[in-house]
């Protein structure tokens, strides 16, 4: 299977610009706007991190859009319709749609893109879940296509909206240069709202208007991404003008609320914050699938292998304190965010911050004290040799604050467990290349969003078909047959009926909390910050400033 190369992110605190340095007063004619990292790759089925989401989300269109007032796929490039039997949505493409470079876009770029994702060979990240589907897709005509999916599926438009639309004409139709082709390292063509002008790695990318985008030529004449990784200096940024928006959580917001002067709304958000252990030996990193399809057993993490430890580490450090930490945020314990009621399991009950059992655990667990190192050590343990002391690595990039907070929480109170703990803090392109997105980790902290279905975040970073080494989001390898056929019922549920699906998800919690496949702590709250200028933007719970790109106006 082709994987696709990623490029390291190195922290860039100022930016230049082809016309000089960006200075504290903004450009009239130019959105400033933060990237989380720097881009890897404009190539959107391969796209796993903040930086190349932002450029892609610029330079090629999604099939539909998303209301930001209720999160529900609104017709924009497309229009649709369902059959009776619930399988097969046929698009109808907007006509007179035409890429920058006057082509015109027509049914044949979707089916060219859609396939791209259903590759099994291109191995795409972003197509998993389609690819799980059985989805099949087929051209009718210029403007008209279907794509069929193997059985029911609750969120199967849903899994049609990180599909976005790439020009046919610019690849070979066998996909030979798809991994190769100089538009995933240089685009010089767009269909969606901006067209690239200048890329420096690790500084910024610049973007002119397209005036072919399909929705009206942007107002806003440029934008550009900054790659600033480190929150403190973003805050810094918007109050020296020298952002014009960010996503941030509530406890990045103080300095920002006391200027008075900016927009600041809570953003609905299916995002969870959790601790993950990994399940398996980081030294030699496996997908939980072979090429047919079955399970294959896997090398045990030395340490946390074994489910009595990682019960153990679940009440050796008090979560209350991360959450906390973060304004707004609320204590969770699943994957599944408490916004969603009816799929939350009522019988689960938050795991208490309890050393004194979590001590009595590792003893049993065969991980005794030390006396004279004051470590412990394997002394029956069932996952290293006698004498291994527990000492692991604890990785993690600060993208969101309370990461290093937690952190700080987690080694210092297992610590006092007697596990030797080291922290390791990366940039966050890096760490997601090197570390997560690689399984090359003892353990580590971090959050992840996925959609607006209870079962986005389970199906992304749990089913055993997205453990895959460099390119899937399972990256602890957990992986439960039984939970992978919950899951899959779940979402394929004839009618979709919430009280059909809500015992499924019942019992999956259960088994990722009981197993800890990750031991959830947090769903924060996260707030859009628009500075003053920026007129004409909505701020709906579920929009994001991509949302509004050709009604946004600067008012300088």
Known sequence: MKRFKFAIIVLALSVITGIGVISAQAPDDTLLLRAGGDITTFNPPFVVDAGSGAATGLIWPTLYETDPMTGLPVPGLTSWEISEDGLTYTFT?????????GTPMTAEDAVFTIGAYLSEELGSPQGGQLR?????VELIDDLTFSVTFGEVSCTALQSMGGVRVLPAHRFEADY??????????DPDISGGPYILEEWRPDEFSRYSA???YWAGEPQIPFVVYRVIEDNSVVIQALLAGELDYMVLPGNDLEQLEAAGVFQINPLTSNNAGFFAMNWANPDNPQAALDVDGNYVEQDVHPIFGDIMVR???SMGYDKDAIVASSPGATRIHTSI??????????????RSYDPEAAMSMLDEAGWTMNADTGIRECNG????????PMAFELVYSDFFGYFETAAIVIEDQLSQLGMDVSLQRMEWGAYLSEAFLAQQFDATVISFGAGNDPGGIANTIMHSRNDQPGGGFNA??????????LADQANSIPGCAIEDRAPLYYRMQEIEYEQVAYDFFLSPTLYTVASPRIANFGAGPFGQIGSYWAELTLDN
């Open 93 to 101: 493409m907007l006509e007179g749609v035409a890429w920058s470079d």
């Open 132 to 136: 799980a589907s059985g989805a099949t």
């Open 176 to 185: 030979s240069d798809f991994t190769t082709n100089s538009i995933n390292t």
């Open 210 to 212: 397209n005036p072919n």
């Open 311 to 313: 019960q153990a580490v």
């Open 337 to 350: 965010n408490p916004a969603f009621d009816w799929a939350t399991n009522p019988d689960l009950e938050l």
């Open 381 to 388: 343990c069932t996952t290293a040799e006698d004498g291994t």
């Open 476 to 485: 602890t390898s957990f992986s439960n047959p039984e939970f992978d056929d």
